[in-house]
Nanobody, 121 residues
Framework: QVQLVESGGGLVQPGGSLRLSCAAS????????MGWYRQAPGKERELVAS???????NYQEAVKGRFTISRDNAKNTVYLQMSSLKPEDTAVYIC???????????????WGQGTQVTVSS
């Protein structure tokens, strides 16, 4: 069993900031990567940012320079610091964890329940 518990969403004005947290527990090791996806109404789920076991990060072009992903390995927690938020950032933000394996075909993907982020004046 893997549990991903997200927190930190909410309503914020344009230009504001929020920090999302996702705490992982259960059979999560080895963690290959963690990250955040988002899904807006009527749109496909899209990758926002990810961080690998080695600390390499990857960002969607639209959030580069505004969002920062980080990880606390001791707490098995990943964070997403979001700044200069725009109305188009409004979405449900979903935590993702990829559990590694000796072979890629045995890797597993896990998802959180999601946390709503609304950017509006």
């Amino acid at each position: 069993q893997v549990q991903l518990v997200e927190s930190g969403g909410g309503l914020v004005q344009p230009g504001g900031s929020l920090r999302l947290s996702c705490a992982a527990s259960g059979s999560i090791f080895p963690i290959k990567a963690m990250g955040w996806y988002r899904q807006a109404p009527g749109k496909e789920r899209e990758l926002v940012a990810s961080i690998s076991r080695g600390g390499s990060t990857n960002y969607q072009e639209a959030v580069k320079g505004r969002f920062t992903i980080s990880r606390d390995n001791a707490k098995n927690t990943v964070y997403l610091q979001m700044s200069s938020l725009k109305p188009e950032d409004t979405a449900v933000y979903i935590c993702h964890l990829k559990r590694g394996a000796l072979s890629p075909k045995y890797e597993s993907d896990y998802w959180g329940q999601g946390t709503q982020v609304t950017v509006s004046s």
